[in-house]
């Protein structure tokens, strides 16, 4: 999602405060809203995974990596993460609306294959600012950001184009129409959408669904 207008005090990914964030989303237009989605819609089996495979409280996120809203995002449920860490999992879908988010797809998609996928992610969300200018994006420093996380370039670029990498961009768009997901990152927590983009309500829904499982 392309907004300039949203400061990112941040000199590293790994440095945005968890009360920063609050303050950057406080006034975030365009609230997600609606129905809960059917959960074969939002997870599908070739969606990357981080944490418990089987926690009873999933996060789905509809994710860019040149979203610039993406990369603060990532730390604070990184940190919703860590509070429950046998409790809560995050599945990854991609929606690539940015010029040349599918190629930076296909990267983490190749590291995935190669075992280095949160780490080439988190190092091409660090390096965002170097690559992901929304009209002329500089996809030889994401593949340079890769490389220096670890990932096999050669190996990765003779393997970007592999019908299992295509077929997962392909269903991921389909499904992106089907939930009805206009711009990233898109939150939904077992199925629900958020009542409004920010921070607080993705804790509180997180907080909520994790006290549900505990009555059950």
């Given amino acids: 999602m392309n907004r300039r207008n949203v400061i990112l005090g941040i000199g590293a990914i ?7 964030s609050t303050m950057i989303y406080r006034g975030r237009n365009n609230p997600t809203t609606g129905p809960a989605v059917e959960s074969n819609t939002l ?4 969606s990357p995974v981080l944490g418990p495979a089987n926690a009873p409280v999933t996060i789905v ?3 860019d990596p040149a979203c610039e809203t993406c990369r603060a995002m990532y730390p604070v449920v990184k940190k919703i993460m860590s509070e429950h860490p046998e409790a809560v999992r995050l599945v990854i879908r991609y929606a690539p609306f940015h010029k040349g988010s599918d190629e930076a797809v296909r990267i983490l998609e190749s590291a995935r294959k190669q075992g280095m996928y ?14 992901a200018d929304h009209g002329q994006p500089q996809l030889e420093k994401a593949w340079a950001v890769a490389g220096a996380a670890g990932l096999n370039v050669d ?32 939150f939904f ?7 409004s983009f920010g921070v607080r309500q993705l804790v509180e829904l997180v907080q909520s669904e994790v006290a549900a499982t505990k009555k059950r």
């Fill in 118 to 131: 949160v780490k080439v992610m988190e190092a091409m969300l660090a390096a965002q600012p170097e690559w």
């Fill in 189 to 195: 927590v077992n199925g629900k959408p958020l009542p």
């Fill in 155 to 186: 190996a990765a670029r003779k393997g970007m184009m592999a019908a299992d990498i295509t077929a997962v961009l392909t269903q991921d768009m389909a499904d992106i129409r089907e939930a009805n997901v206009r711009q990233t990152p898109t």
């Fill in 61 to 63: 996120e509809f994710f």
């Fill in 43 to 46: 997870v599908r089996p070739h």
């Fill in 14 to 20: 790994a440095a945005v405060g968890f009360g920063l």
